[in-house]
């Protein structure tokens, strides 16, 4: 996912929420590239990764890592402010939810105007590794969800042979 993080154009001070961050591979990696002077926000439903995430942040120096215990398919959950963030990050979550567009609605939630929305997931058809193909979304249905729910195509994302690489703009 430092590949991911590398095409995202995030400079120092930046904003970043690692949404769904798990034990926080992405968050560790946004945190390095956002510096001191940024903050990341990963957010998680499950306790046990966030615990592991708060080890590593202190065991890397991390001060810039703020996590938050939250549902995404509840819009506002976060409680990260509206339109507060450069970037919101989806990667390797929507493949697991029934409810793709409320979560893809939070992540825009707080995006700035111009800020954006990085959508890493499962490509279908790619067999051998991975979840059922029948949990994946194609990359046609994952654009359509998030530009109707407010943002724009920007590009894609070179995220290996396994994974949709997305972005969008606010």
């Known amino acids: 996912m430092q590949r991911v993080v590398a095409q995202m154009g995030v400079v120092p001070g930046n904003s970043a929420a690692d949404l769904g961050c798990g034990s926080g591979y ?90 954006r929305l990085v959508i890493v997931d499962w490509k279908k058809g790619v067999k051998g590794f991975g979840p059922p193909d029948e949990l994946r979304t194609d990359e046609q249905a994952l654009t359509t969800m998030a530009t109707t729910a407010g943002v724009r195509f920007e590009r894609t994302i070179d995220a290996g042979i396994y994974y949709i690489g997305l972005m969008f703009i606010k």
């Open 26 to 115: 992405i968050t560790i990696v946004l945190a390095r590239a956002v510096g001191k002077d940024g903050i990341v926000s990963a957010v998680d439903v499950m306790v046990e990764p966030l615990e592991s995430l708060r080890a590593k942040a202190e065991e890397g120096g991390y001060k810039n890592i703020r996590e938050i215990r939250a549902d995404l398919e509840v819009l506002g959950s976060t409680k990260i402010p509206d339109a507060s963030q450069d970037f919101s990050v989806l990667a390797n979550i929507l493949f697991q939810s029934q409810k793709k567009d409320a979560i893809i609605a939070e992540a825009i939630r707080i995006l700035k105007p111009g800020g």
